[in-house]
């Protein structure tokens, strides 16, 4: 029996020794599959419809939260936080074995599933249209075993247990985590591609850099996303990572001497209950700054992706895009993010690091028209640092860059290059750019591609052709050129997939050339004013350091050798 009262769920259990359970339709939960231990997961954060569904080792990520949204007659849709999409017997299939994906919330019966008790606290999940259940597919343990639909036998690869990890908006019934959940990675673990904390760029250098130096080098630098043991390969200047999370909901996370399990969802407590708040930031700046090559001291910086606008539309309700500029005009959720924001800022300190400012956004804003009437109640939410900027997407950009010199003086602030439309129209980009006085920034930052071109070849991934010819390369290189000229400062190129032509086209060994395009012509490179490549994947199934055959780490290694490529 189901009582639905407000917005909590009392689902009674089947057999008189089992407590009854709380379903919160405003918290986020991770669902732990009983017979591997994994986790519901979104794969590689995709957010097209037709996404699969996987299992994957808790890692904290948004992408493995997901929020019950309620149907009627005991069903529920399960909509998960990074993607925005709900889970979804593709094609209305009633085969067993067919796939469960994600797809954009119709509200149809192929998309609700009604919560079926089994022992000990777990759930099966059943779709309304087809009578199946979800599990694993062959009831695997392994990573990125695809989650599908079949007979109802109440398996314990069918069997989930629910973990709330946070408020979707504030309020709702609290709800203790199991202790069934698998344990969040130590500082040691290397943290899964799917992750926040696995893709970005990395550059760092003290606010006013100049197209002659950066990052405290008057070279190219090189950089990326890898292991620890791979950074230490090659002279690596620098290496990146996300903060991705909605903020705190109280200042006594700032505060407090020790994270708590319940706080595991928040960016400054990814490293776990037994550390202070924002370790993730101090650990991993210790890190890069204790970076060896051959046996010796090579200190390397940090550059952090602040990717937390997209949490804070999830807190006003609608996720990417409309939910970002909705929640900047709200000056309680404002005030939250600019408050982590500082507090994100303070943990950084006197290192040298960059940040890259929220990717996609100002791409958002851009479509709305002129970022001056974009509203954000910038002065309401932060007058203590932003009391005279302006109420508006611009006032924010400035709010952001001016907080970054106060709170963390020797790092560089850059302005995601987020011109989606720069083959048609650049100078719609210099002209936005300028409105958002991104001179005052200290540099750009712009993605190359986001997979790799072998991956995108392939038809189940779009056919797409994004290998480099030399004409595509000289009119991308022009554009980067010309953003830089216009507002004075150098170009910072991200997320650069890591693909070369000797791999054959399976997962996380895809082709590509630009790796081997860059280093091969450094001196355009540097002409463009682009003054960092950084290297990594974008989602889980790319081309990585560790699997590319040891072509960045050879190419790094000879470019060093050569003595680098001068900034100009």
Same mark, same amino acid.
């Given at each position: 029996?189901?009582?639905?009262?407000?917005s909590?769920?009392?689902?009674?259990?089947?057999?008189?020794?089992?407590?009854?359970?709380?379903?919160?339709?405003?918290?986020?939960?991770?669902?732990?599959?009983?017979?591997?231990?994994?986790?519901?997961?979104?794969?590689?954060?995709? /957010?097209?419809?037709?996404?699969?569904?996987?299992q994957?080792?808790?890692?904290g990520?948004a992408?493995?939260q997901?929020?019950?949204?309620?149907?009627?007659?005991?069903?529920?849709?399960?909509k998960?936080?990074?993607?925005?999409?709900?889970?979804?017997?593709?094609?209305w299939?009633?085969?067993a074995?067919?796939?469960?994906?994600?797809?954009?919330d119709?509200?149809?019966?192929?998309?609700?599933f009604?919560?079926a008790?089994?022992?000990?606290?777990y759930?099966?999940?059943?779709?309304?249209?087809?009578?199946?259940?979800?599990?694993?597919?062959?009831?695997?343990k392994?990573?990125?075993?695809?989650?599908?639909?079949?007979?109802?036998?109440s398996?314990?690869?069918?069997?989930?247990?629910?973990?709330?990890?946070?408020?979707?908006?504030?309020?709702?019934?609290?709800?203790?985590?199991?202790?069934?959940?698998?344990?969040?990675?130590?500082?040691?673990?290397?943290?899964?591609?799917?992750?926040?904390?696995?893709?970005?760029?990395?550059?760092?250098?003290?606010g006013?850099?100049?197209?002659?130096?950066?990052?405290g080098?008057?070279?190219?630098?090189?950089?990326?996303?890898?292991?620890?043991?791979?950074?230490?390969?090659?002279?690596?200047?620098?290496?990146?990572?996300?903060?991705?999370?909605?903020?705190?909901?109280?200042?006594d996370?700032?505060?407090?001497a020790? &994270?708590?399990?319940a706080?595991?969802?928040?960016?400054? &407590?990814?490293?776990?209950?037994?550390?202070?708040?924002?370790?993730?930031?101090?650990?991993?700046?210790?890190?890069?700054?204790?970076?060896?090559?051959?046996?010796?001291?090579?200190?390397?910086?940090?550059?952090?992706?602040w990717?937390?606008?997209?949490?804070?539309?999830?807190?006003?309700?609608?996720g990417?895009?409309?939910g970002?500029?909705?929640?900047i005009?709200?000056?309680?959720?404002?005030?939250?993010?600019?408050d982590?924001?500082r507090?994100f800022?303070?943990?950084?300190?006197?290192?040298?690091?960059?940040?890259?400012?929220?990717?996609?956004?100002w791409?958002?804003?851009?479509?709305?028209?002129?970022?001056h009437?974009?509203?954000?109640?910038?002065?309401?939410?932060?007058? /203590?640092? &932003?009391?005279?900027?302006?109420?508006?997407a611009?006032g924010?950009?400035? &709010?952001?860059i001016?907080?970054?010199?106060?709170?963390?003086p020797?790092?560089?602030?850059g302005m995601?290059?987020?011109?989606f439309?720069?083959?048609?129209?650049?100078?719609?980009?210099?002209?936005?750019?300028?409105?958002?006085?991104?001179?005052?920034?200290?540099?750009?930052?712009?993605?190359?591609?986001?997979?790799?071109?072998?991956?995108?070849?392939?038809?189940a991934?779009?056919?797409?052709?994004?290998?480099?010819?030399?004409?595509?390369?000289?009119?991308?290189?022009?554009?980067?050129?010309?953003m830089a000229?216009?507002?004075? /400062?150098?170009?910072?190129?991200?997320?650069?997939?890591?693909?070369?032509?000797?791999?054959?086209?399976?997962?996380?060994?895809?082709?590509?050339?630009?790796?081997?395009?860059?280093?091969?012509?450094?001196?355009?490179?540097?002409?463009?004013?682009?003054?960092?490549?950084?290297f990594?994947?974008?989602?889980?199934?790319?081309?990585?350091?560790?699997?590319?055959?040891?072509?960045?780490?050879?190419k790094?290694?000879?470019?060093?050798?050569?003595?680098?490529?001068?900034? /100009?």
């Amino acid at each position: 029996m189901v009582v639905v009262a407000g917005s909590a769920v009392v689902v009674s259990q089947a057999s008189a020794d089992q407590k009854q359970k709380t379903l919160d339709l405003k918290k986020w939960y991770v669902l732990v599959n009983r017979n591997s231990g994994k986790v519901l997961d979104d794969h590689g954060s995709a /957010k097209n419809d037709g996404a699969a569904v996987v299992q994957w080792a808790r890692h904290g990520g948004a992408n493995q939260q997901w929020r019950f949204i309620d149907a009627g007659d005991g069903y529920y849709r399960l909509k998960n936080r990074t993607s925005g999409k709900v889970l979804d017997d593709l094609g209305w299939s009633k085969t067993a074995g067919s796939a469960i994906v994600q797809w954009k919330d119709l509200n149809a019966t192929n998309q609700q599933f009604k919560l079926a008790k089994s022992s000990n606290g777990y759930a099966r999940l059943v779709n309304r249209f087809s009578g199946m259940a979800v599990g694993v597919r062959n009831a695997a343990k392994a990573d990125g075993t695809n989650v599908v639909q079949n007979r109802d036998r109440s398996g314990a690869d069918q069997q989930w247990k629910l973990v709330a990890v946070g408020n979707v908006s504030g309020g709702g019934t609290s709800t203790t985590p199991s202790s069934s959940a698998p344990a969040r990675p130590t500082p040691s673990d290397p943290r899964p591609s799917s992750s926040p904390s696995s893709a970005s760029p990395a550059p760092a250098g003290g606010g006013g850099s100049s197209a002659k130096r950066f990052m405290g080098s008057d070279k190219v630098i090189i950089g990326g996303s890898m292991s620890d043991a791979s950074a230490t390969a090659a002279p690596f200047d620098a290496r990146y990572a996300y903060v991705h999370s909605q903020p705190a909901p109280s200042s006594d996370y700032y505060t407090a001497a020790k &994270c708590k399990d319940a706080w595991s969802s928040w960016w400054g &407590c990814w490293n776990g209950s037994t550390t202070a708040p924002g370790t993730y930031v101090t650990w991993r700046d210790d890190v890069v700054s204790q970076a060896t090559y051959k046996g010796s001291p090579r200190p390397q910086k940090m550059l952090w992706t602040w990717y937390s606008l997209r949490d804070l539309g999830d807190a006003a309700g609608e996720g990417d895009g409309p939910g970002e500029v909705k929640a900047i005009n709200r000056t309680d959720l404002l005030t939250r993010y600019l408050d982590d924001y500082r507090f994100f800022l303070q943990k950084i300190g006197t290192s040298h690091d960059a940040i890259d400012l929220e990717p996609d956004f100002w791409g958002y804003v851009r479509s709305l028209g002129d970022p001056h009437k974009v509203p954000a109640q910038i002065s309401g939410a932060n007058p /203590k640092d &932003c009391g005279s900027q302006e109420n508006s997407a611009t006032g924010l950009a400035q &709010c952001l860059i001016s907080m970054a010199h106060k709170y963390a003086p020797n790092a560089a602030v850059g302005m995601h290059l987020s011109c989606f439309d720069w083959e048609t129209n650049t100078q719609a980009c210099v002209k936005d750019y300028a409105s958002f006085g991104a001179k005052n920034a200290d540099f750009l930052v712009s993605d190359v591609s986001d997979r790799d071109a072998g991956w995108y070849a392939q038809s189940a991934h779009g056919g797409l052709a994004t290998f480099w010819t030399d004409q595509k390369a000289a009119a991308t290189l022009k554009f980067y050129k010309t953003m830089a000229e216009s507002v004075g /400062k150098p170009v910072v190129l991200w997320q650069i997939p890591v693909g070369n032509m000797a791999q054959n086209n399976t997962r996380n060994h895809y082709k590509d050339d630009k790796v081997d395009w860059f280093f091969a012509h450094m001196d355009q490179v540097a002409n463009s004013h682009i003054a960092g490549l950084f290297f990594g994947p974008g989602q889980d199934e790319q081309t990585t350091v560790e699997s590319d055959g040891g072509n960045l780490i050879n190419k790094t290694i000879a470019y060093h050798n050569s003595g680098g490529t001068a900034l /100009k």
